[in-house]
């Protein structure tokens, strides 16, 4: 148990739809990274945040979008759904967030687009 | 740009047989991390190790060990005496160190041990 919650398991939604995804943190990891891992894009890397702030930007669509809590929680929202987005949604935590310390995984949220 | 090359897609083999996934990286940064990753059929992400990349020293962990060339930018993992429950798809990853630790991942090499 890498201490990274992530809810819910599995989500499965219709085009069109809107959907939250949510992350906590390990207990003191300061930094939130969101990741996608679809079959035809491999694990890409979307967004970080960093105490509430963003720290840096990948492949995120314009559709898109995340925040960090002051409670260090984050959510991923993904809006006007399509079949391509249907993916496994990794949320990451480190403590600093530079420094390439290890970052722990969350177990996923699988989200299927109908 | 940063980019990471796994070239073997999938690789069998017979238990108790050594195996080496190979990692390829590109980085115009002088201070780098290199990552593997192991992805198990249950779908999480088991961080295995670490390495930055003033540290060209060989690790070994158990059956697990790592190879760092930088000459070649290279960071191959050799699992010795594999197990039926090594089987997975392993992930080579890359991260700058200015601003922002996110990560790069390689295409991932899935491995099958059979009995």
């Known amino acids: 148990d890498s201490g990274v919650t992530q809810t819910p398991k599995h989500l499965i939604t219709a085009t069109g739809q809107r959907v939250t995804l949510r992350c906590s943190p390990r207990s003191g990891d300061l930094s939130v990274y969101w990741y996608q891992q679809s079959l035809d894009q491999g694990l890409q890397f979307l967004i970080q945040?960093?105490?509430?702030?963003?720290?840096a930007k990948g492949n995120i669509l314009e559709r898109f979008s995340a925040q960090q809590f002051p409670d260090l929680h984050s959510e991923l929202n993904l809006s006007s759904l399509e079949l391509g987005d249907s993916a496994l949604y990794f949320c990451a935590s480190s403590h600093s967030g530079s420094s390439s310390g290890e970052q722990f995984f969350g177990p996923g949220t699988r989200l299927t687009v109908l | 740009a940063q980019k990471v090359t796994q070239a073997q897609t999938e690789i069998s083999v017979v238990e108790k047989e050594d195996v080496t996934l190979d990692c390829v990286y590109e980085?115009?940064?002088?201070?780098?991390?290199l990552f593997w990753y192991k992805q198990p059929p249950s779908g999480e992400l088991v961080f295995l190790i670490r390495r930055n990349s003033f540290d060209e020293q060989n690790e070994i962990s158990g059956r697990y060990s790592w190879n760092f060339q930088k000459s070649t930018s290279s960071f191959n993992f050799t699992i010795t005496a594999s197990q039926v429950v090594d089987s997975a798809v392993y992930f080579c990853a890359l991260s700058e160190s200015y601003n922002t630790d996110k990560l790069i991942f390689g295409t991932g090499t899935r491995l099958q041990v059979f009995p």
């Open positions: 945040y960093y105490n509430g702030e963003e720290r």
């Open positions: 980085t115009r940064d002088t201070t780098y991390y």
